[in-house]
């Protein structure tokens, strides 16, 4: 019994901890319009009807100062719906540059900084 509670406090290699960040503001901006967010108790946000362009994501959080942000894309492609997570490292007061090309929502998490994650596209179910 007491072998499993201390394996289960150890994070093994490959598994990446994501704390989300509750209450974070979530700006998505350019020079036409801008939409805003606040992340819930899991760090979800999402920002409905944003037009085609070129956006500026940023993040403010009034105890977390670096995060990863997680931002989800969905797209069809040969008649086959897709949907992947694309983690970007992100501090406080730098912006995030997204595309993109139709009326949307835009989705996504905010956690606390993972050190070390590279940007490579995960799926979703």
């Keep these: 019994m007491l072998i499993l509670i201390l394996i289960s406090l150890f994070?093994?290699?490959?598994?990446?901890?994501?704390?989300?960040?509750?209450?974070?503001?979530?700006?998505?901006?350019?020079?036409?319009?801008?939409?805003?967010?606040?992340?819930?108790?899991?760090?979800?946000?999402?920002?409905?009807?944003?037009?085609?362009?070129?956006?500026?994501?940023?993040?403010?959080?009034?105890?977390?100062?670096?995060?990863?942000?997680?931002?989800?894309?969905?797209?069809?492609?040969k008649g086959e719906k897709k949907r992947f997570e694309f983690p970007t490292p992100l501090m406080e007061k730098k912006k995030l540059q997204i595309v993109t090309r139709h009326d949307q929502v835009v989705k996504g998490r905010v956690c606390e900084f993972i050190p070390d994650l590279k940007p490579t596209p995960r799926p979703l179910p």
């Design 11 to 77: 994070v093994f290699p490959g598994q990446i901890k994501e704390t989300p960040v509750p209450r974070a503001k979530v700006v998505v901006q350019n020079k036409e319009a801008r939409f805003e967010a606040v992340t819930d108790m899991e760090g979800k946000f999402a920002l409905a009807g944003i037009p085609a362009g070129t956006y500026e994501v940023s993040v403010a959080s009034e105890t977390i100062k670096e995060f990863t942000v997680f931002m989800e894309f969905a797209y069809e492609e």
